[in-house]
C-alpha cells in the first residue's frame, strides 16, 4: 500500500524551530519528487516547499522562504521540513504529497498525500 | 505568482444535479498544467484531474475537467451524496505552485 505518514508536529513558541519528517512507502521513493502542503485551521490549502528525486531542484512559497528547509534521505525513503522562526502565522495541518509523474522537476500534480501533522505556534 | 480565483465559493445543490465549477487564473497557466481535488472533512486533499482534462486513477467517469489559457471548470456530470465537499483548483505549471480558495458543495 502506497502510504505517507508525517510526524513531528507539535506545539512551539513563536521564534523556535520544529523539523517535521514524513515516512513513505509502497512506492519507489526517489523516483519522485516531494512536496510539503499546509492548511491551516478552517482555511484552504498553500504550497509551501517541493524537491526532486535528487534534489537537485528545491522551490519554496514566498511565505516561508529564508526560514524553512526542505530536504530528503533516498535511502531512508523520508522527507523532511526544517522550520525556523516560526510565526503564529505557521500553525497548520503539514502534508507530505507526492509528485505524480516526474522525479526532476516540481511543477507535477500531488497523487499521494499524507494525514498531516497539525503544528501550533503560540506562547 | 499565478492568483487562481474559484467560483462560487459555495454552492447547494441535490444528488443527482449536474454541476460545474470555475476556475480563473491570473494569467496564462503554461501546459494545462492545472489539477483539482476533492477534500472531505478530516481528510487529505484527493488529486481528481490533473493537465486539466485528465482523470487521475480510480476517479469516477462523472468528473470532468476542461479549459486552457486562464479559463478551466471542473463538471460533475450526476451528484452522489459521497461527492459533497470542498474542491480546489492548482496551478503547477511554474514556481510557485498555488491553489484556489476552494468551492463547497453543499447538499440542499
Known amino acids: 500500500e502506497v502510504q505517507l505518514v508525517e510526524s513531528g508536529g507539535g506545539l512551539v513558541q513563536p521564534g523556535r524551530s520544529l523539523r517535521l519528517s514524513c515516512a513513505a512507502s509502497?512506492?519507489?521513493?526517489?523516483?519522485?519528487?516531494m512536496h510539503w502542503v499546509r492548511q491551516a485551521p478552517g482555511k484552504g490549502l498553500e504550497w509551501v516547499s517541493g524537491i526532486t528525486w535528487n534534489s537537485g531542484s528545491i522551490g519554496y512559497a514566498d511565505s516561508v522562504k529564508g526560514r524553512f528547509t526542505i530536504s530528503r534521505d533516498n535511502a531512508k525513503n523520508s522527507l523532511y521540513l526544517q522550520m525556523n522562526s516560526l510565526r503564529a502565522e505557521d500553525t497548520a495541518l503539514y502534508y507530505c504529497?507526492?509528485?505524480?509523474?516526474?522525479?526532476?522537476?516540481?511543477?507535477?500534480?500531488?497523487?499521494?498525500w499524507g494525514q498531516g501533522t497539525m503544528v501550533t505556534v503560540s506562547s | 505568482e499565478i492568483v487562481l480565483t474559484q467560483s462560487p465559493g459555495t454552492l447547494s445543490l441535490s444528488p443527482g444535479e449536474r454541476v460545474t465549477l470555475s476556475c480563473r487564473a491570473s494569467q496564462s497557466v503554461s501546459g494545462s498544467y492545472l489539477a483539482w481535488y476533492q477534500q472531505k472533512p478530516g481528510q487529505a486533499p484527493r488529486l481528481l484531474i490533473y493537465g486539466a482534462s485528465s482523470r487521475a486513477t480510480g476517479i469516477p467517469d462523472r468528473f470532468s475537467g476542461s479549459g486552457s489559457g486562464t479559463d478551466f471548470t471542473l463538471t460533475i456530470s450526476r451528484l452522489e451524496p459521497e461527492d459533497f465537499a470542498v474542491y480546489y483548483c492548482?496551478?503547477?505549471?511554474?514556481?510557485?505552485?498555488?491553489f484556489g480558495q476552494g468551492t463547497r458543495l453543499e447538499i440542499k
Open positions: 504529497a507526492k509528485a505524480r509523474r516526474l522525479p526532476a522537476a516540481i511543477q507535477d500534480a500531488f497523487d499521494i
Open positions: 509502497g512506492f519507489t521513493f526517489d523516483d519522485y519528487a
Open positions: 492548482q496551478h503547477y505549471g511554474s514556481s510557485p505552485i498555488t
